[in-house]
Each structure stands twice: as C-alpha cells, then as structure tokens.
C-alpha cells in the first residue's frame, strides 16, 4: 500500500539552515504536501508543490522534489526557535482506503539557541 | 474570513459511552476529512464528504461513523467508546474535490480522552 516516510527527529542551532526528508512511494500522487503541527494545536499548511514541479520558493521554505527517486524535502533558512515543531510530509492519493491525504509520522524539530 | 472550528476542544468520557464531534469548515468548502491522531499510529484517515455523501471510509470499525449537513458542517459519532479511542480528532476543509489539490485546512482538532 501507499507509505510515506520521514526521519523522527532533526535538532539545529538557531540561524542555521533546517532539511527535512521525505519519501514516498505511490507515484501518481499529483500533489505533495507540508504541515506543521505545534503542541496542542491542529496540521498548519505549510506549502505544497504539483508533482509536475521540481521546485518551489516562499520565503524562507524551499520544497524540491526528485519525481524519479519519490523523494520530497523542505529547507527552512535561517531556522529560528519558533520554528520547533513537529513537521508532516504527506502525498495525495485520490479515492485511496488510506483517505486522500498519507501522512507520515512527522519530523521533530527542535531548534537551539 | 474563519478557519475550520472544531468542538468541542476537549471531552472525558467514560468506556463504554458514545460521543459526536462537530466540525464547522471553512465557508465555501464542501469537502471535510476526518482524521484520528495518536502517539502510537500517527494520523489515520477516518472519512471523507464531499456535498453530503461520503466519498471514502477508513479501516475503522463500525463503532465510528459521520454525517455532513446541507451546509458542509460534519459530525462524527464514536459509540461504544474503548480506551483506545483515546486521540487527538483532526477535521480538514477543502475547497475542491477530492484530489484536486488546492490543500486541506484543518480545525485544533478535539481531544478526546476515554477513562
């Protein structure tokens, strides 16, 4: 079935750029997506890019997409302390038992003065 | 212009009880996701409407079901509650249908808590 994978944790100093890693494996996903979750609150959108795209800029988020390795990932610039939180990946899959949205388990990031 | 409201925030409920979720999209979205939320399992898809018919299901069991209004709001119900329907409850709104993109906006999500 369709999986979406993303390593637990990444912990960086304040200032530094932050790369979180994805992968996913169904193919015809048109579009993928990052959420952002804080504690106690629900999935923020972050971004999403098509899957036509390799690229995409908004501001401090860089998304870039490799289609033939099924690999996805988001640079955060200049990461700050109010960018720790827990970060999803998901691709987006119609009709699927899994629902429209896979998710993975999420990065942890934690951000250090 | 208001996001997706979830209520209740929070609910404690005792096994073997039943309880509604209410879910309120974004105004213009017809599409709302219900998705379950735990430690252990991560996000799991419950269901999905789209104009008052459910459009997908999940592998939950029977015990957990929705509805959606004329107005786009949702409901969901959980009877029979187990401990392990302890979980955080996420309600997502979309202004396209399914798997047309444009993103999903979700709600704080319910916690619900089953002692």
């Known amino acids: 079935g369709e999986d979406v994978e993303q390593s637990l944790f990444l912990s960086v100093r304040e200032g530094d750029s932050s790369v979180i890693n994805c992968t996913y494996t169904d193919s015809s996903s048109t579009y993928l997506y990052w959420y952002k979750q804080e504690p106690g609150a629900g999935l923020q959108l972050l971004t999403y890019i098509f899957s036509n795209m390799d690229m995409k800029q908004d501001q401090r988020l860089t998304v870039l997409l490799n289609k033939k390795d099924k690999h996805l990932s988001l640079r955060i610039a200049d990461t700050q302390t109010g960018d720790s939180a827990i970060y999803f990946c998901a691709e987006s899959i119609v009709g699927g038992s899994q629902g429209n949205l896979i998710f993975g388990k999420g990065t942890k990031l934690s951000v250090k003065p | 212009k208001a996001g997706v409201t979830q209520t209740p925030r929070y609910l404690i409920k005792t096994r073997g009880q039943q309880v509604t979720l209410s879910c309120s999209p974004i105004?213009?979205?017809?599409?709302v996701s219900w998705y379950q939320q735990t430690p252990g399992q991560g996000l799991q898809f419950l269901f999905e409407?789209?104009?008052?018919?459910?459009?997908n299901k999940g592998n939950f069991p029977g015990r957990f079901s929705g509805r959606q209004f004329s107005n786009s709001r949702s409901e969901m119900n959980v009877s029979t509650l187990e401990l392990g329907d302890s979980a955080l409850y996420l309600c997502?709104?979309?202004?396209?249908?399914?798997?047309?993109?444009?993103?999903?906006?979700f709600g704080s999500g319910t916690r619900l808590t089953v002692v």
């Open positions: 409407y789209f104009s008052e018919t459910q459009r």
């Open positions: 105004s213009g979205h017809r599409s």
């Open positions: 997502a709104s979309s202004l396209t249908q399914p798997g047309q993109g444009s993103g999903y906006t």
